[in-house]
């Protein structure tokens, strides 16, 4: 599970650019401070079921806790999945994560 400080508690972002894919959407903007933020928008759309958002939640947290020393800091992202990310396993997410983040550049090398 992610440290407290980098958790966001409001989704709210300024001045943000989207990052898209099939499986997730990715919002982030820049911050002031020296390390990532990490949100996570599970809606009711997905499933109906909290465990099944829940699990969902912490499967998108440990991907991104796996490849968090390379992400550069000072920016905040949200994470909005979209259903077909349910059949996916943990593997698959951090491989999609990365993915997402190389392409825009986030990731050091």
Known sequence: M??????????????ASY???GFMDIKSARNNLDYP???FVISKK???RAVV???LKR??????????????????????PK???????????????ENMFKKE?????
């Not at 992610?2 to 966001?8: D, G, H, Q, T």
């Not at 259903?83 to 994560?97: A, F, P, Y």
């Open 105 to 109: 550049g986030f990731l050091n090398a």
């Open 53 to 55: 958002r829940n699990s």
């Open 2 to 15: 992610l440290k407290k400080i980098y958790r966001l508690s409001s989704v709210r972002l300024i001045k």
């Open 59 to 80: 499967k998108l947290s440990a991907s991104v806790e796996e490849i968090f020393d390379r992400i550069d800091g000072g920016r905040d992202f949200v994470f909005y």
């Open 19 to 21: 990052i898209r894919s």
């Open 46 to 48: 997905i499933d109906k």
């Open 37 to 39: 933020r990490f949100g």
């Open 83 to 97: 259903s077909r990310i349910i059949d996916l396993d943990t593997g698959e997410v951090k491989k999609e994560i």
